[in-house]
Every structure is written in structure tokens, then in C-alpha cells.
């Protein structure tokens, strides 16, 4: 081969060699700082909380202009809060779930009740990433199973976890909140937690009191609406906006009914047990469960019943609950349903009525018939568009979104990727 002819190969080589070196450069895959998600869970927010008040919010306006939000959240039924947190933390209905109620109570062996699901955090755990659950009751609950637990190569994530709080000071509750909040992203920076989730009662607490209609529900929407400002502030000063992830939803509405249903005045509650209500309705409430101390006599209760026709009641025999509930396929079911109709509540109690002992405001109810027990969806982060809104989507639908920004997969669930995808900056 001639020098010239050498020179020339040589020179073509050099040239594609420059030129893939220059692709890769070019297409070179961006850096992506690991993900953190924070997921706040208030309880009892309603959409049209933010909407009827926007004039005096400036948080929620952040969160919608900077991120994502959906038109609303349908919680699963019962509109309470213990199913819907856990709905929304595994994507599985109920029925699934087997968590009706606010305790966890297996009603076939009379002890504790451990569901066999997996929530997001021990998910999280499992993939060895750190996760902080805060009064999100159950998160004291072992749900690793033992081949979960097994030795593997990677090693496991710690939980933190810190049950429910039951003694909540109104009055230094903004302030308590907002310290714990801070923490978190204190800990994000550190590298001390991934996934962090926390509950918010307040909303809640206020509603049942006073009504979603009500001067205290405003004010206390407004409070909450500057711990996310405050949270928003404090995210960006900690120069978390390539990492954080802040996710705000809500398990259920809330709604003033004007007719109550005595339950006593149908059945005789000493021969039967129910399961109603929370620790804000005492004995009451839309949804219940009722079991006769005597088998036997489920029929018969039954019967007596729906053969009064109660006006604002439905009630069911397990096996003829509407598929639609998603609740009826779980040994955690009692043998006879009962649920209130919009404007209608049921007061399972046996003590005289005492004004000061009523609540005001319920939830609870099917909320595919009724708006005002639909929940919120916000949220704001690198891995969100910006200024989007979405339709409405379901509580079954946030695990897919959780487990997607954490780079987890996903366990099989009730949920719709479809429903959920374009909020995502890219998928």
C-alpha cells in the first residue's frame, strides 16, 4: 500500500472515530439526581375548598401554575379515612386490602389484623431505600413478608415510622407540622430518607366539628395552604428543585347531612354488633357493618331491615353488594351492609341525643353518586409538568405515580397508568 494511500485510511478512520466520540457526546444521556417524594395526605379536603377561597390562598396557586393537578380524586368506598390511605398506598381496592374501617381487627381470629399487601414504603424499603411514614397509622404494622425479609445482596432500607397522633394542639399544630416538614426536607438533602409520608389531620377534624361550610373550615384551609407555601419556600432554599417531589392529596370529602336514620329505633342493638363511623362521628355515621351476636339470626336481621324500607338507607346482604363497591370480596366483611344515601346519616348510638355530641360534618358515602366526598390531587417537581391539569382519576391511581417517580415496580393493582401518565414531565 503507497504512504498516500495509507494516509488517507488512516485520516477516514480518525475522522468517523471523531465523529461517533461527537454523537455520544451529543446524545449523551442527562444527569438525573436521585429522586426524593414527599407525600402529604390531608384528610377531608375537598376540591372546591381551594376554588371557592383562591382569593386568599397562595400556595395551592403555586402548586397549580409551578406543577400538576387533577380535576379530582375519587376515593374508594367507604369514603373513610384508614381505606383510602391504604388504597392509595398499594393501588388496591378494599376488597383487597381488607381494610373497611379505622382498625386493624381481624374479626376471624379476635386479634390484630396484618393485611397481606405491601404499601409503597415497604416497597421502598425492600429496593434498600429509606422511608419516613409519620401519623399514618399502620406503618407500625410488619407488612414484609418472610421471603421479603430473607438475605439478600442489597442491603434493606430503614423505616421510620410514628403512628397516628391522636392529641393534636390546635394551637401549636402550624407550627409543630410545619418543624416536622422542614425535618424532611432536611433529610432529603442529607441523604437520610428517599420517600417521606405524612398525614394531616387538621381539616378533617374541623369539618367533622363545624361543617364544611363553616368560617373554621375556611381558616383552617388557609393554614394548611401556607404550611405548603412555607414548604415550597424552604424546598427551593434548600436548592432541592432537581430532586424533591412534593405529591398533596386528600383521602375524602366532606358533607353536611340534614337527616338522621336511628338505627335503634329498626333493630335491636343489643343483639347485634356494628361497626360505624370514626373517632370524630361517636357512633356515627354513612357506612356501617353489622354482625348478630347469634349467626343464626343474620337472615332475620336482615330481613327486618330492608323490609321497613328505611328511607335514606341501603341495606345489602354481603353476597348482594354491588360489584362496583369493591368491598365485598374479603373475609373482613360482616354479613350484612348498610349505607346512608346523601343528606341521610346513621346514629348507631343508644345514648339520649345530645346536641354537643352530634358532628356536623360526615363522610363516607359512595362517591360516585355524590361530588362532595372527592378529594385533591397537587403536586410539584422535576418529575412533573408544569401548569397542567388533569381529569378526574381514581385513589387506586397514585401507587402507579409514587412508584414510578421512586423507580420501583410497581406490584399488580387496581389502578390506570392511562389516567395518570400525562402528568409526568416524560414517561
Known sequence: MKKSQFLIIAGFFMLMFFIVVGLFAAYKVPYEPKQRLLVIMVGGFRPDYVTRDQGNLIGFPRMRYEGVRAESVIP??????????????????????????????????????????????????????????LYWD??????????????????????????????????????????TLYSILDDFVRDRTSLAMIYYPIIDVIGHKYGPDSEETYNAVRDFDLIIYNLLNHLDRRQLQSSANVYVLSDHGMS??????????????????????DRYARGKGTFAMITPHNQSFTDVIYNSLHGQEIEGLHVYLKEEVPFGFHVKHNDQVWPIIIRAHPDYYIDA????????????????????????????????GPKFKRSFKGGHIEQVDHYQL????????????????VRVRDFIETY
Request: proline share 6%.
Open 138 to 179: 399502620g406503618c407500625q404494622l410488619d407488612f414484609l413478608d418472610d421471603a421479603s425479609k430473607a438475605p439478600r445482596d442489597k442491603k434493606m432500607g430503614i423505616l421510620t415510622c410514628v403512628p397516628i397522633k391522636e392529641d393534636w394542639n390546635s394551637s401549636s399544630v402550624f407550627r409543630e407540622f410545619t418543624r
Open 349 to 380: 348510638t343508644e345514648h339520649p341525643d345530645l346536641k354537643d355530641m352530634e358532628p356536623v360534618g360526615f363522610h363516607g358515602y359512595f362517591s360516585h353518586e355524590f361530588d362532595e366526598m372527592r378529594g385533591i390531587m397537587y403536586a410539584v
Open 402 to 417: 409514587f412508584c414510578h417517580i421512586m423507580k420501583i415496580r410497581a406490584k399488580p393493582n387496581n389502578g390506570s397508568w
Open 76 to 133: 374508594v368506598f367507604p369514603s373513610d379515612s384508614y381505606p383510602n390511605w391504604y388504597s392509595a398506598a398499594t393501588g388496591l381496592y378494599p376488597e383487597s386490602t381488607g381494610i373497611f374501617h379505622r382498625r386493624f381487627f381481624n374479626r376471624t381470629t379476635n386479634d390484630l389484623l396484618i393485611p397481606k399487601i405491601e404499601p409503597i414504603w415497604a416497597r421502598a424499603i425492600r429496593k434498600g431505600l429509606n422511608a419516613t411514614v
Open 256 to 277: 353536611t347531612p340534614k337527616h338522621k336514620i336511628k338505627l335503634g329505633n329498626y333493630v335491636n342493638l343489643h343483639e347485634v354488633k356494628v361497626l360505624i363511623g
